[in-house]
């Protein structure tokens, strides 16, 4: 036993050198100093909290031999963040967190984004998020159904809470309407800076709803100070029994929106800042502890190499686009 205990720290030890030397390729021996990985959206988003779960990950099972800094740069719907990034040295050692929003929706909606869907590098996708819409606890609107109703009697007088004026949280609403018969702007959109603005607005009652992926909203649904109409995914959550699925309401269409994570570097980046990450993802992709960050936060790990995140992330930016006659500028 005492053998086996002695042994452990020297695999950590051959692992994180073995991850080290494999940077070397590409100047010095990577990564010598602190990471930062950047947030385009404000504290307590989908984003945000995805960074910190995985750099706290990735330090409590070793798997750096540097720690991963998380730094918030929102603004824009997520596009100066990304644009900081986009602009930064191509070296490994800022990253982003690239989330639908920022990567995809922005510029499938947006044709003045400054940046394209693929101008970036992609690492991996790290995680789905469902969406999901929700209102204050004690709101009049008990069901998806009498909220869409609620909206064709009263046009534009029912508010909704966004993260952006154009990011997958206006997609999933404006979907609804439009499957229900009703104009893109059956209510009206109110867009602040990030997921955690948009439950203070619930709660205060300055908008009636909001529709997001999971992960911020858990703490509220779990306390009961906010309560799901819908879910995006194919079966009902288990968490949330009575909560009805998209697909049950006759929306299955409505399933395409979905929230995800995904590890992105500047263009540039070189194929073995690219082949170390894709070693750590792989061993963090293993862990208890990785799954139980998703567990948490109600997402589904969903660790994909560069070349399969750029075809998933493609396929997301069409799907998106096709929606830009009824959401963007001056729609």
């Known amino acids: 036993m005492e053998l086996r205990r002695s042994t452990r720290p020297l695999r950590w030890v051959a692992m994180i050198a073995g991850l080290a030397v494999s940077g070397a390729a590409f100047g010095g021996t990577y990564p010598d100093k602190p990471i930062t990985l950047v947030v385009p959206y404000g504290p307590g988003g989908n984003a945000d909290l995805a960074a910190r779960a995985l750099s706290a990950t990735l330090q409590t099972e070793k798997l750096l031999p540097q720690s991963v800094v998380v ?66 606890a004690n709101s009049p609107l008990k069901t998806f159904r009498q ?51 948009t439950i203070t607005a619930v709660m205060a009652g300055t908008v009636d709803f909001t529709c997001n992926a999971l992960a911020p909203y858990l703490g509220g649904l779990r306390a009961g100070t906010l309560r799901a109409l819908v879910v995006s995914t194919p079966h009902r959550l288990a968490e949330f029994p009575h909560t009805p699925t998209v697909a049950q309401l006759g929306m299955k269409n409505l399933e395409m929106v979905s929230g995800w994570n995904a590890l992105y570097g500047p263009p540039g980046l070189p194929k073995k800042v690219i082949q170390y990450w894709t070693k750590v993802l792989s061993r963090l992709k293993g862990t208890p502890a990785w799954a139980e960050q998703c567990k948490r936060r109600g997402t589904s790990p969903k660790f994909y190499g560069p070349a399969k995140t750029y075809a998933f992330v493609k396929e997301q930016y069409h799907a998106y686009h096709a929606l830009s006659k009824y959401i963007g500028p001056n729609r």
Request: proline share 8%.
């Open 147 to 197: 909220l869409l109703a609620e909206i064709k009697a009263s046009p534009g007088k029912l508010s909704y809470a966004t993260t952006s004026s154009m990011d997958a949280s206006v997609v999933f609403p404006v979907k609804a309407f439009l499957d229900a018969g009703l104009s893109a702007k059956a209510a009206t959109m109110v867009p602040y800076k990030g997921a955690g603005a």
């Open 71 to 136: 730094v918030n740069r929102a603004g824009a719907g997520g596009i100066i963040g990304t644009q900081y990034v986009q602009r930064s040295k191509p070296d490994g050692y800022t990253l982003l967190m690239a989330r639908v929003g920022s990567q995809v929706v922005a510029p499938a909606l947006n044709p003045v984004t400054p940046y394209k869907w693929s101008a970036l590098t992609p690492i991996s996708l790290l995680e789905t998020d469902p969406y999901v819409c929700v209102v204050r």
